[in-house]
């Protein structure tokens, strides 16, 4: 199956038919009930694994953002009867790559492991889920490595930008809140809050599981119940509520001497489950999502050359949603990189787009579907995103429908009503000439 991705991946699929994905995926369920969709490929003798729980960042305590990833960045550091130093060189010995992430409604792992490694892999990672140490010398030091990156972020005008806009549409959601917490909140975590987020949230009712490569079905089943078993049932009841976005058209200004500002803009967009995500994927494909191909580029970078990158994404959560575009350009052409991305914003809410434009968005966006199946990790993290959005275990073969069936009237109504220049928000982190805060229009 290998092979054959790797040729997927070296034709260009705009200008190729969408082809067929030879990639069977079969549910696993262990005699203990612990299920996982698996991929089996035997070309490699290579095993990966991608393990999700649902609810992340969004759910760290008021006082101590940053939790979820302080735990994140201690699993593998120290588990059973391994201090840190022992299971480090016990991942380096067998070649296992193994890490862990918090985003903000999931709790993430990565496992990559040789076929002759397995079981010894498989048993370092459910020993990190269920028998971690936290010893005061990896907490301290962890601890000390966060609190770095967090003076390094302080100076980053990107996440100065995505936290401004993230605190700007969410105010007083967790969603405004920095997943890696602030210099104060990081302090503020102890040893009993690493203790207490595993036992709330680390639970077999919102674990989803992905695998791939040289495993089949029936050796896995057991190896579920291995790594998997000793979690607890139920995990704690958590709730984060729903919120919409406060994008108002604003245009917020964080001074930093610099001299280029990063542009970071957004609105509220559509959850994954609305009816009307997939054709506004094609319409995001149009605006800012086709790389050379789309609106901004041809408009900001290419016409103008006002940037060197601009895009525009879809970027649902559990519970909101959002449009999020980025640019990056010289203080002096700030301002009009900021009008011509409203005037576009505008133009396509008034307009909408072509009938070319759909032609060719479609065929690029089902023709690239094989691209994203390259390796078995990222087949992994497909699973992954297919259970936690509940798209079915056949979605795979599905997709690509979805995409071929929007007209030019789904897209152009999709485009009318969800495209806001008026709302669309921008933040600028740097010396932008002529631009200060005020309330934004077009």
């Known amino acids: ?163 401004t806009l993230s605190r700007t549409l969410f105010p007083g959601h967790p969603y405004g809140r920095p997943v890696r917490g602030t210099g104060e909140s990081v302090a503020a975590i102890g040893v009993d809050d690493l203790r207490g987020f595993v036992k709330r949230r680390l639970a077999r009712d919102n674990l989803v599981i992905g695998v791939v490569g040289d495993i089949d079905a029936a050796t896995l089943a057991p190896l579920l119940d291995a790594v998997f078993g000793e979690l607890p049932e139920k995990a704690a009841p958590a709730r984060v509520p729903e919120t919409t976005p406060r994008a108002n058209g604003a245009t917020i200004v964080v001074r930093k001497p610099v001299p280029q500002s990063a542009i970071l803009f957004g609105q509220a967009g559509l959850k994954r489950d609305h009816p009307d995500y997939y054709r506004a994927t094609v319409v995001n494909h149009i605006l800012g999502g086709g790389g050379f191909t789309s609106r901004l580029y041809d408009q900001v970078r290419e016409k103008r050359g006002l940037a060197y990158s601009v895009y525009s994404a879809l970027y649902p959560l559990d519970h909101s949603a959002l449009i999020l575009g980025s640019a990056g350009t010289a203080n002096e052409s700030v301002s009009e990189t900021i009008a011509i991305i409203r005037k576009l914003w505008r133009e396509l809410s008034l307009k909408g787009v072509t009938e070319k434009e759909l032609a060719d968005a479609k065929t690029f966006i089902t023709g690239s579907f094989p691209l994203r199946f390259t390796s078995s990790g990222r087949i992994a993290s497909i699973l992954i995103g297919m259970q936690l959005e509940n798209l079915g275990i056949d979605y795979l073969e599905r997709r690509n429908s979805y995409i071929e069936a929007v007209t030019l009237e789904d897209a152009n109504r999709v485009a009318g009503r969800l495209y806001d220049a008026d709302s669309l928000t921008v933040v600028v982190v740097g010396e932008p000439v002529g631009v200060d805060s005020e309330k934004g229009s077009p």
């Not at 550091?77 to 022992?86: I, N």
């Open 1 to 163: 199956m290998k092979a054959a991705l790797r040729v997927l991946a070296a034709l260009a699929p705009i200008l190729l038919a969408p082809p067929a994905l030879a990639i069977e995926v079969q549910r696993v369920v262990s005699p203990g009930g612990v299920e996982a969709w698996l991929v089996s490929d035997h070309v490699n003798p290579i095993i990966s694994v991608r393990i999700a729980f649902r609810g992340g960042a969004a759910l760290d305590p008021a006082g101590k953002e940053g939790l979820a990833n302080m735990v994140s960045a201690l699993l593998d550091e120290g588990a059973g009867d391994l201090d840190s130093q022992a299971f480090q060189g016990r991942l380096e010995d067998l070649a296992v790559r193994l890490s862990f992430d918090a985003g903000r409604d999931t709790f993430s792992g990565s496992l990559r492991t040789l076929t002759e490694n397995r079981d010894s892999a498989f048993r370092l990672l459910g020993l990190a889920l269920t028998k971690q140490r936290f010893d005061d010398q990896p907490v301290a030091r962890i601890r000390g490595q966060i609190q770095a990156r967090l003076r390094q972020d302080s100076e980053d005008t990107d996440v100065i930008a995505r936290q």
